[in-house]
């Protein structure tokens, strides 16, 4: 049988790749309130390594990549790095999964080095919350990034906002606005308790209610390749809504991703902390084929779901992940 596939069957074709930990954000959710600690330089993958691992995932089928962070931009020499990932043949797609903060200046670079398109993440449209969820006060700088990238034909955009209950629940619809009046997909995330216990769950089902209670009554389901999303469309919208439900409804049966994390471990689930060091084989001298064969069994053992509810957490913020 050719291609990735672990016990359960599910084939595994797309990769994550987390190129560093380092963010110039502090978002509240993702990194711990008490002090953010960097992985140390050496321990990071560097670029020779990434293309090493990127090249085996692609021969055993992986055909859509993602570079995410920490914050991806801020990594010296994305764009020639990047510009390698996107001409490996097998590559369909690369993509990329931004703050959005550097993006006016990166759009075009980004474009130009074969990328397709990017998310960016965006959870409020209030300059002050900005600054109180983020810790910088960047709403312009995203808000012009996104505009670039539209109009350097990065798309279709996915914006993701990560819905808080009591925190910013309560621009549901200004988020759906502007799936009216532009061409993005606005994807509602249910919120994690990665590094805060603080119970800010606010549900997809909670979200589509406040949504319908404010007017937006007809949702037109479309289909969402290889995207955990459930997606709708309003009628006469320009952009379309989506609901990423890992907490209330877990998508774990058709799951067909990997992360490798910024320090070079193998993350077969993000909300498991099972994990396997690709980076200590690799420096230890590990031969092209005992790294597929690794890969491969790594793949095999997926965890069949995770396990939030039973609140099991994972032990890293998603700052260390890639999400
Ligand atoms: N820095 C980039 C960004 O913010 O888009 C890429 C890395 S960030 C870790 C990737 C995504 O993870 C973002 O869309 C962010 O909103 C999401 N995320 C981080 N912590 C989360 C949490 N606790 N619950 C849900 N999503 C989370
Ligand atoms: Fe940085 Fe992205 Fe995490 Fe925010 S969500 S702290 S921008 S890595």
Not at 231 to 251: A, D
């Amino acid at each position: 049988m050719d291609g990735l596939y672990d016990i359960v069957g599910r084939r595994i074709h797309y990769l994550r790749v987390a190129v560093t930990d380092r963010c110039n954000f502090r978002c509240q959710y993702c990194m711990p309130s008490d002090g953010v600690k960097w992985t140390e330089h050496d321990n990071i993958l560097r670029y020779e390594e990434l293309l090493r691992i990127i090249h085996a995932f692609t021969s055993l089928g992986i055909d859509k990549v993602r570079i995410t962070g920490g914050e991806p931009l801020v990594r010296k020499g994305l764009i020639p790095f990047l510009k390698k990932v996107t001409a490996i043949a097998g590559i369909k797609e690369v993509v990329l999964t931004t703050n959005g903060s550097m993006l006016e200046e990166y759009a075009p670079l980004l474009k130009k080095a074969g990328v397709k398109r990017v998310n960016v993440s965006l959870d409020t449209l209030y300059p002050e919350r900005f600054k109180k969820i983020t810790g910088q006060d960047a709403l312009h700088q995203v808000l012009a990034g996104i505009k670039k990238a539209q109009a350097v034909g990065l798309t279709p955009i996915k914006i993701n906002m990560v819905v808080m209950k009591d925190f910013n629940s309560d621009e549901l619809v200004d988020f759906a606005n502007l799936a009216m009046e532009n061409p993005y997909q606005i994807r509602f995330i249910e919120y994690m308790p990665f590094c805060s216990d603080k119970n800010y769950l606010f549900t997809a089902a909670e979200i589509k209610q406040q949504l319908i209670t404010a007017g937006f009554t007809t949702m037109l389901p479309e289909v969402s390749n290889n995207s955990p999303a459930q997606v709708y469309r309003f009628p006469q919208s320009q952009g379309s809504i989506g609901f990423i439900t890992p907490v209330s409804q877990h998508f774990c049966s058709s799951c067909n991703r990997i992360r490798l994390t910024p320090d070079g471990n193998l993350k077969p689930c993000l909300l498991s902390n099972q994990e396997y060091s690709l980076r200590d084989v690799l420096r230890a001298g590990i031969s092209d084929q005992e790294l597929l064969d690794t890969i491969r069994q790594v793949v095999w053992n997926k965890p069949m779901e995770h396990e939030l509810k039973k609140g099991k957490k994972s032990e890293r913020g998603m700052y260390r992940i890639g999400g």
